[in-house]
T-cell receptor, first 113, second 108 residues
Framework: KAGVTQTPRYLIKTRGQQVTLSCSPISGHRSVSWYQQTPGQGLQFLFEYFSETQRNKGNFPGRFSGRQFSNSRSEMNVSTLELGDSALYLC????????????FGPGTRLTVL | DAKTTQPNSMESNEEEPVHLPCNHSTISGTDYIHWYRQLPSQGPEYVIHGLTSNVNNRMASLAIAEDRKSSTLILHRATLRDAAVYYCITYGNNRLAFGKGNQVVVIP
């Protein structure tokens, strides 16, 4: 079974631009969560989608948004990029069931100049 | 999200057991205790989880205190591949709340 894939793996943008990141979960997994990882703040939860609905949201500004498609693939969008948005963005999927393990992708490294 | 406290770093000798402690004194009765680890340049990897009873799997063992305010991840024989940041997490509200983690160094 293929793992979680994320595209692109690396991205360079400038301040004020917007960016869209993509995540394909493991086949059969309907839950997709997004996390931001920075050296200063560590791993922080952004949001979770389940069956195309946002089920949970972390403490991030409205510039961070996401969506999930009927095939469970998910996208994350960041508008009006700031320097502080430079980070590793990780996506994780899990099977149905509240406490199942999450499977993480390799991440997308976003650099904002 | 219940806060967890772990040592910032630990060293272990190769092929010896490693005990990684975690305090989670504010854990709620329904929160699970999850452990993940992150190897350099990779996303986090699930290790083990439990609620009240001790748990074993092929990677590790999880010992949970009777009052659930602390737990210990046990790697039975550390290998160089076990060098990673280990995160102890209380899992509730469908989200993993990561702390700073414990950087484990394995000495050959």
């Amino acid at each position: 079974k293929a793992g979680v894939t994320q595209t692109p793996r690396y991205l360079i943008k400038t301040r004020g631009q917007q960016v869209t990141l993509s995540c394909s979960p493991i086949s059969g997994h309907r839950s997709v969560s997004w996390y931001q990882q920075t050296p200063g703040q560590g791993l922080q939860f952004l949001f979770e989608y389940f069956s195309e609905t946002q089920r949970n949201k972390g403490n991030f500004p409205g510039r961070f948004s996401g969506r999930q498609f009927s095939n469970s693939r998910s996208e994350m969008n960041v508008s009006t990029l700031e320097l502080g948005d430079s980070a590793l963005y990780l996506c994780a999927s899990r099977a149905s069931g509240t406490y199942n393990e999450q499977f993480f992708g390799p991440g997308t490294r976003l650099t904002v100049l | 999200d219940a806060k967890t406290t772990q040592p910032n770093s630990m060293e272990s000798n190769e092929e010896e057991p490693v005990h990684l402690p975690c305090n989670h004194s504010t854990i709620s009765g329904t929160d699970y205790i999850h452990w993940y680890r992150q190897l350099p340049s990779q996303g986090p990897e699930y290790v083990i989880h439990g609620l009240t009873s001790n748990v074993n799997n092929r990677m590790a063992s999880l010992a949970i205190a009777e009052d659930r305010k602390s737990s210990t991840l046990i790697l039975h024989r550390a290998t160089l591949r076990d060098a990673a940041v280990y995160y102890c997490i209380t899992y509730g509200n469908n989200r993993l709340a990561f702390g700073k983690g414990n950087q484990v160094v394995v000495i050959p």
